[in-house]
């Protein structure tokens, strides 16, 4: 499964920024896509995940709930995160991590994104 991201860059302190991640290949079911953003001790964070596996569907980190709306495209294989209300502290690498099955294989499988930077500065 070939994951692309794109969207990012830079905005100013309460702009707006959309990241998508498309995923593509053959023989594969999704079973979850969604972000996380890298943080200054290098580990990642949730920021926000859409899942066919739960109630819900979707989770957000803490401090994005409210700003942020992740949504998915079945069609397209493809989920977007909707940014608003930016602030600084969003500012991240944010990498998108895509769950998924291989049906050939049988297996369950994660896989990262190549990231996307986000800067939010006056």
């Known amino acids: 499964v070939q994951i692309v991201e794109s969207g990012g860059g830079s905005v100013h302190p309460g702009g707006s920024l959309r990241l998508s991640c498309a995923a593509s290949?053959?023989?594969?079911?999704?079973?979850?896509m969604g972000w996380y953003r890298q943080t200054p001790d290098n580990k990642r964070k949730l920021v926000a995940v859409?899942?066919?596996?739960?109630?819900?569907?979707?989770n957000y980190g803490d401090s994005v709930e409210g700003r942020f709306t992740i949504s998915y495209d079945n069609a397209e294989t493809t989920a977007y995160l909707q940014m608003n209300s930016l602030k600084p502290e969003d500012s991240a690498m944010y990498f998108c991590?895509?769950?998924?099955?291989?049906?050939?294989?049988?297996?369950?499988?994660?896989?990262w994104g190549q990231g996307s930077l986000v800067t939010v500065s006056s």
């Open positions: 991590n895509v769950d998924y099955r291989n049906h050939l294989a049988n297996t369950e499988v994660s896989s």
């Open positions: 290949g053959n023989s594969f079911s999704i079973i979850a």
């Open positions: 859409y899942s066919h596996r739960t109630v819900s569907a979707t």
